[in-house]
């Protein structure tokens, strides 16, 4: 029975501990050959690619003529402070992702300013270290602020800065801040988001921004912008 304009669309997610990328190739095109959408995302230990080139050789594995026959393309995010890294295929299909602010390095299987161009949403680590990342995600909307700071410890001193490095400030529409410690002054950030909506921020964290508003141009920002506030 012949069935026109139908065709068979599969997509594959796995995360399972990492074999070879030519090893992959073999699996998808023998046992999935009717395959055109490919999610993978790999977790596994620094100890498996410890240097910069094993996690070379282990991108150039994921080169072979298959993907690039398909334009599927890898990458490996790494952070020191981590005990794994990933490794996962562009574009990202789910839209966001989850980075550390330093230290964290994004090496991919495809020279392309454009490839984040999809994400949208960024859940951004903050610790405090002085290294900047080596990525730039144009189109972050949305950002969530997740502190591992402790209490007491010096905040770096250009932490803002260096997330405007990240992101777009003029284009988010919604920031969270997750957990309890963040500079004062973060509320700072709103006189470079005027597209800003929604703030979404913990109740001990907002007690401890509350000098900032005894800043007028702050005050006039934080009303004026702000539609949806949840405070938790």
């Known amino acids: 029975m012949q069935m026109v304009g139908f065709y068979f669309q599969f997509v594959f997610f796995v995360v399972i501990l990492i074999f070879s ?3 992959w190739s073999t699996v998808l095109s023998t046992k999935f050959p009717e395959l055109i959408n490919l999610q993978l995302h790999i977790t596994f230990l620094q100890e498996d690619a410890p240097t910069p080139d094993h996690r070379l050789q282990l991108l150039k594995a994921f080169q072979t003529s298959y993907f690039r026959y398909h334009k599927w393309y890898f990458a490996i995010i790494h952070c020191p402070s981590m005990t794994n890294l990933e490794l996962f295929s ?33 859940s951004l680590f903050l610790t405090n270290s002085n290294e900047n990342s080596n990525v730039f995600f144009p189109n972050i909307k949305n950002l969530k602020l997740i502190s591992e700071f402790q209490e007491f410890e010096i905040y770096p001193k250009n932490l803002f800065v260096n997330i405007s490095y990240l992101v777009k400030f003029s284009k988010l529409k919604s920031i969270e801040f997750i957990g309890r410690n963040f500079p004062s002054t973060s509320l700072v950030l709103l006189d470079y988001t005027p597209n800003l909506q929604s703030l979404i921020i913990p109740l001990n964290s907002f007690i401890k921004m509350t000098k ?4 007028e141009n702050i005050c006039y920002r934080l009303t004026t912008l702000i539609k949806h506030l949840t405070i938790t």
Do not use: A, S, V
């Open 90 to 122: 562009l574009p990202i299909i789910d839209n966001k992702i989850y980075f550390n602010l330093y230290h964290t390095k994004i090496e991919t299987t495809i020279i392309d300013k454009n490839i984040f161009q999809n994400i949208n949403q960024l």
């Open 212 to 215: 900032i508003l005894t800043d």
């Open 21 to 23: 990328g030519k090893q």
